[in-house]
C-alpha cells in the first residue's frame, strides 16, 4: 500500500454522477436556442473540460456561434435542473469518509458555484479544502498549476498525493504536477481515458486496498 497524505478528487464522473442533468440542460438551451437538440450519450462525451468547451460542442454543425451567450443560457437552466437526478456514485460518500483523516480536496473544471451548491445539498461540503472549479483560478485543468496549488496549500508531497479522476484530462494534469494518478472506470471517460494513470479501479472502494 502506499501512504498519501493528500486526495484530490474530480468531480463530474469521478464523484458524482451529473452527466444525465448536464445533458438535459444541454439540451433544454439548444431548445432555448432554437437548435435541434442532441442524444444524451453524445453530450456525456462533451463533458470534462469547462463550461465553455460544453457548449462550444453542443453547437457545432449549427450556425449558432455566441458560446457566451450559450453559456449564460445553459447556465440558468443548469441551476434549475442541478440535482433532478445527480447523485453520488456508489461508495463515494463512504470512501471520503473512509479517508475523513487525511486532506482531501476537489479540483474540477465545472463551475465552483454549481461543485459547492451540489455538495451543499449532499451536506458534504465541508469534507473537503479546497474546492476548485474550473473558474476558481485564471487556469484549468490540464494546466497542472490548479493541481499544485493545492499541494502547496497543503504543503503535500507530490509522491504522497493522489488525483483521482475519469478522464484523460485528469491524468494528464496528474502527470505533469508530478502526483500520483488513480483513473476510475466507471466515469463519464471509460477504461480507455484513464489508461495511463499510476493505478486503475473499477470501483472507488479499490482506493482502500492501495492508499492508506
Request: aromatic residues 8%.
Given at each position: 500500500m502506499q501512504f498519501v497524505n493528500l486526495l484530490?478528487?474530480?468531480?463530474?464522473?469521478?464523484?458524482?454522477?451529473?452527466?444525465?442533468?448536464?445533458?438535459?440542460?444541454?439540451?433544454?438551451?439548444?431548445?432555448?436556442?432554437?437548435?435541434?437538440?442532441?442524444?444524451?450519450?453524445?453530450?456525456?462525451?462533451?463533458?470534462?473540460?469547462?463550461?465553455?468547451?460544453?457548449?462550444?460542442?453542443?453547437?457545432?454543425?449549427?450556425?449558432?456561434?455566441?458560446?457566451?451567450?450559450?453559456?449564460?443560457?445553459?447556465?440558468?437552466?443548469?441551476?434549475?435542473?442541478?440535482?433532478?437526478?445527480?447523485?453520488?456514485?456508489?461508495?463515494?460518500?463512504?470512501?471520503?469518509?473512509?479517508?475523513?483523516?487525511?486532506?482531501?480536496?476537489?479540483?474540477?473544471?465545472?463551475?465552483?458555484?454549481?461543485?459547492?451548491?451540489?455538495?451543499?445539498?449532499?451536506?458534504?461540503?465541508?469534507?473537503?479544502?479546497?474546492?476548485?472549479?474550473?473558474?476558481?483560478?485564471?487556469?484549468?485543468?490540464?494546466?497542472?498549476?490548479?493541481?499544485?496549488?493545492?499541494?502547496?496549500?497543503?504543503?503535500?508531497?507530490?509522491?504522497?498525493?493522489?488525483?483521482?479522476?475519469?478522464?484523460?484530462?485528469?491524468?494528464?494534469?496528474?502527470?505533469?504536477a508530478g502526483v500520483l494518478t488513480c483513473?476510475?472506470?466507471?466515469?463519464?471517460?471509460?477504461?480507455?481515458?484513464?489508461?495511463?494513470?499510476?493505478?486503475?479501479?473499477?470501483?472507488?472502494?479499490?482506493?482502500?486496498?492501495?492508499?492508506?
Amino acid at each position: 500500500m502506499q501512504f498519501v497524505n493528500l486526495l484530490v478528487y474530480d468531480f463530474d464522473g469521478t464523484l458524482v454522477d451529473t452527466k444525465d442533468d448536464i445533458a438535459l440542460s444541454v439540451n433544454l438551451t439548444l431548445k432555448e436556442l432554437g437548435l435541434p437538440q442532441k442524444d444524451p450519450s453524445e453530450i456525456f462525451g462533451y463533458i470534462g473540460n469547462g463550461v465553455g468547451q460544453l457548449l462550444e460542442r453542443a453547437l457545432g454543425g449549427s450556425d449558432y456561434f455566441n458560446v457566451e451567450d450559450a453559456v449564460k443560457v445553459f447556465r440558468k437552466i443548469y441551476d434549475i435542473h442541478l440535482i433532478d437526478q445527480t447523485k453520488y456514485y456508489p461508495g463515494c460518500r463512504q470512501i471520503v469518509e473512509h479517508f475523513s483523516h487525511k486532506k482531501q480536496a476537489i479540483c474540477s473544471n465545472k463551475p465552483e458555484y454549481f461543485i459547492k451548491r451540489i455538495l451543499k445539498e449532499f451536506e458534504s461540503e465541508t469534507l473537503f479544502d479546497p474546492i476548485v472549479g474550473g473558474d476558481t483560478t485564471p487556469v484549468k485543468k490540464p494546466d497542472p498549476k490548479v493541481l499544485l496549488g493545492i499541494v502547496d496549500k497543503h504543503q503535500s508531497l507530490p509522491d504522497q498525493t493522489v488525483l483521482v479522476g475519469d478522464s484523460g484530462v485528469d491524468i494528464e494534469t496528474g502527470k505533469r504536477a508530478g502526483v500520483l494518478t488513480c483513473g476510475v472506470t466507471y466515469g463519464i471517460g471509460g477504461k480507455e481515458a484513464v489508461k495511463d494513470a499510476d493505478f486503475v479501479i473499477d470501483h472507488i472502494d479499490e482506493l482502500k486496498e492501495l492508499f492508506h
